[in-house]
């Protein structure tokens, strides 16, 4: 379905349909959603609406404990995937291009914060453009981005709505223009119009039972079981607070006499003889307590795919390198899930960014060329670079693996090509005039003698 058409059917050809899109009630309650989240790991949790009660007479102000666990643990899946940059792979000629266009178009800060906000809301779109020659990317926040679907759930638009000192602004992506409108003056009117030269914008998101088009954010898992430890350990801290306070008792008669005056330190009390006073208080079950915390808090981390080593929250020693990969399995599992969202989108800005090489810059590739083209993710899970290393070169040795797999699989390179085009200017010539591989010690020790 097209835009004209859709636009036809639902809001009856609207010149301004776009505002009637923003402020529909699926649209309204997803912002909602997401301005919630954004509150929630701002501090304001549900513990501090925790009301004040009685006790003994006197207005008691419970303890109100707030725990920022999630924000631990989405930076913990955010730089166990991301924290090493890609790696590009494929023919020296297409990868030489875009990692011009990588570095100068800061995609590595990019890729971070867009998994940063799938994280958090679920989707984030990324929009391409050229600024003076340059490829850039434009991320839309999640509560400003009004994607527009057909019936099939083909993207066909998109809209970034938002208000600033009190007037709205409205942008509108479309196939091949970029319609901006807003509201000063007290009406909507169309404001600026270019061509759009990337297409519509890429929507990240990650898996949604619910949804083929909407994310799901990682809070909605965690929040339930941080409301609960929240609310136990601060309900824990006030029982504290009161069992401490025990009560005098005395058994017998006792002395009549003056009283001690208030202010002194370490006060007495005089008995007659046989009578005794001993203080009472009120036990606490700590051990019901630390079960009911420690099983919230392993349900966490299982629920988030979280190694507990990662938490400080087992103790470990003489660990194997296969005892590692087992502590980080969960990890591997759901970094797996987050690549596969972060690579269907890295593809797409791959072809959006050969359109606009090929369009405004005539660098073009041939479809062979461009195929080869790929992204490698390098996992933060802890290894034994040395063991790596070793197996890399018993490969290379045996003539089992290229130089360039070599490279790309060495834990100490980030970019492949300009490695090899270091180590081809180290390579050594022996006298017939062969060129010998720079890592082959063996031909280099016979070159040199």
Excluded: C
Excluded at 59 to 71: D, G, H, S, T
Excluded at 390 to 410: A, M, P, T
């Amino acid at each position: 379905m097209k835009l004209e058409q859709y636009i036809q059917e639902k809001y009856d050809g609207e010149k301004y349909w776009f505002v009637e899109e923003v402020q529909s009630i699926a649209n309204q309650q997803r912002i909602q959603d997401i301005f919630d989240k954004k509150e929630y790991l701002n501090g304001k949790h549900k513990i501090l609406s925790r009301s004040g009660y009685k006790y003994n007479g006197k207005e008691f102000n419970p303890r109100k404990i707030v725990l920022q666990y999630a924000k631990t643990l989405l930076n913990f899946q955010k730089s166990y995937l991301l924290q090493n940059p890609l790696t590009l792979t494929g023919k020296d000629e297409v990868v030489g291009e875009y990692q011009k266009i990588n570095r100068k178009g800061k995609y590595n800060r990019i890729n971070i914060k867009i998994l940063d906000k799938v994280l958090k809301y679920g989707s984030v779109a990324e929009y391409l453009y050229m600024d003076k020659g340059m490829i850039k990317s434009k991320l839309i926040d999640p509560s400003e981005g009004y994607p527009v679907y057909d019936h099939q759930n083909n993207l066909i638009a998109f809209i970034e709505a938002y208000m600033s000192d009190a007037i709205e602004y409205y942008i509108v992506y479309k196939d091949d223009v970029v319609e901006s409108y807003n509201n000063k003056g007290g009406e909507i009117r169309l404001v600026e119009q270019y061509a759009n030269l990337s297409g519509l914008p890429i929507i990240y998101h990650n898996e949604n039972e619910l949804s083929d088009t909407d994310g799901r954010s990682e809070l909605d898992d965690w929040i339930g079981i941080l409301d609960n430890m929240e609310d136990l350990i601060s309900k824990y801290t006030d029982s504290f607070y009161k069992f401490i306070d025990p009560i005098l008792v005395t058994v017998g008669q006792q002395l009549k006499g003056e009283a001690l005056p208030s202010e002194v330190i370490g006060k007495g009390l005089s008995l007659d003889d046989g009578a005794e006073a001993k203080f009472i208080s009120g036990q606490m079950d700590h051990q019901t307590f630390q079960t009911i915390y420690k099983t919230l808090l392993q349900s966490l981390l299982d629920v988030s795919s979280t190694p507990a080593v990662s938490l400080n929250k087992t103790d470990v020693s003489n660990l194997s390198e296969v005892s590692i990969k087992l502590l980080f399995q969960l990890a591997e599992i759901k970094a797996g899930m987050n690549e596969m969202f972060m690579r269907e989108g890295i593809e797409e800005r791959f072809d959006k960014v050969r359109h606009l090489l090929d369009e405004y810059k005539a660098i073009r590739f041939s479809d062979d060329d461009y195929d080869t083209l790929d992204v490698v993710f390098q996992n933060a899970q802890p290894s034994n670079d040395k063991e790596i290393i070793e197996n890399l070169k018993v490969l290379r040795e045996i003539q089992g693996y290229s130089l360039e797999s070599l490279l790309e699989k060495s834990p100490y390179t980030t970019d492949v090509r300009q490695e090899k085009e270091r180590l081809m200017g180290e390579s050594v010539v022996d006298p017939q005039g062969k060129e010998s591989d720079p890592l082959d010690k063996k031909a280099n020790e016979t070159v040199e003698n």
